[in-house]
T-cell receptor, first 111, second 118 residues
Framework: GESVGLHLPTLSVQEGDNSIINCAYS??????FIWYKQESGKGPQFIID?????DKRQGQRVTVLLNKTVKHLSLQIAATQPGDSAVYFC??????????FGTGTSLTVIP | GAVVSQHPSWVICKSGTSVKIECRSL??????MFWYRQFPKQSLMLMAT?????????EQGVEKDKFLINHASLTLSTLTVTSAHPEDSSFYIC??????????????FGPGTRLTVT
C-alpha cells in the first residue's frame, strides 16, 4: 500500500476566500487520482478526479492540479463556503482499482 | 443514484466475539467492493478488495483469518471481524464500483460502521 498519514494538517479560511489544499502522493507510477471530502462520521464523497495524462481539471468551484515531477496534487476551492468545512483526502491508484489515501487536511471555514 | 449502504451504522461488542458488517450497493451492481479502516483523525487504510464470486484480495499486513470477507452477490459484501479485540475498534468503510460504468474508476462509499470492542 501507499503511505498513510498519522496526523491531520489543518487549514482555516475566511468564508468567500479561495482555499488551496495540498497533497503529496507516494507512487510515481500512479495513474489515477481522486479528491474526496469527508464530513465527521460519514463516508468520503467524490469531489473531482484527474488522470496522469492531464495536469489540470476543473469542476464546479473546484480545480485539481497535478504535478507529476514532484508528485504533488492540489485542490483549489473557489469562494469557500461554511458547507465546505470537512476533511479532504487525495487518493492515488496505479490501475484505477485499489486506491490509497493520503494524509487528509481538515478545512475549517470561518463565517 | 449510486448509493451504498452499510449495516449496522454502529456496533458495540465484547472482546472475543465476532461482528459482521454488511455493505450493499442499492441501485447498481458491483463486482468489486473495497473495505477500508479509519482510526480517529487518520486517513483511510485499504484493507482488502472484495471480488464477487471469488476470494478477497488482502493488503499487506491485514490478517485474512481475522477479517473475513464474503462477496456472495453483485450487491452485497460482508466483513466479519473475528475474535474482536479493543484494538479492532475503528470506523470501517466500504466502497463499490459500478460494473457497468465503462472506463470509470470512481468508487461510491458507504456511510461507515463504527465498531467499539469493550
Amino acid at each position: 500500500g501507499e503511505s498513510v498519514g498519522l496526523h491531520l494538517p489543518t487549514l482555516s479560511v475566511q468564508e468567500g476566500d479561495n482555499s488551496i489544499i495540498n497533497c503529496a502522493y507516494s507512487n510515481s507510477a500512479s495513474d489515477y487520482f481522486i479528491w474526496y471530502k469527508q464530513e465527521s462520521g460519514k463516508g468520503p464523497q467524490f469531489i473531482i478526479d484527474i488522470r496522469s495524462n492531464m495536469d489540470k481539471r476543473q469542476g464546479q468551484r473546484v480545480t485539481v492540479l497535478l504535478n507529476k515531477t514532484v508528485k504533488h496534487l492540489s485542490l483549489q476551492i473557489a469562494a469557500t463556503q461554511p458547507g465546505d468545512s470537512a476533511v479532504y483526502f487525495c487518493a492515488e491508484s496505479l490501475t484505477g482499482n485499489q486506491f490509497y489515501f493520503g494524509t487528509g487536511t481538515s478545512l475549517t471555514v470561518i463565517p | 443514484g449510486a448509493v451504498v449502504s452499510q449495516h449496522p451504522s454502529w456496533v458495540i461488542c465484547k472482546s472475543g466475539t465476532s461482528v459482521k458488517i454488511e455493505c450493499r450497493s442499492l441501485d447498481f451492481q458491483a463486482t468489486t467492493m473495497f473495505w477500508y479502516r479509519q482510526f480517529p483523525k487518520q486517513s483511510l487504510m485499504l484493507m482488502a478488495t472484495s471480488n464477487e464470486g471469488s476470494k478477497a484480495t488482502y493488503e499487506q499486513g491485514v490478517e485474512k483469518d481475522k477479517f473475513l470477507i464474503n462477496h456472495a452477490s453483485l450487491t452485497l459484501s460482508t466483513l466479519t471481524v473475528t475474535s474482536a479485540h479493543p484494538e479492532d475498534s475503528s470506523f470501517y468503510i466500504c466502497s463499490a464500483r459500478d460494473r457497468f460504468l465503462a472506463g470509470g474508476y470512481e468508487q461510491y462509499f458507504g456511510p461507515g460502521t463504527r465498531l467499539t470492542v469493550t
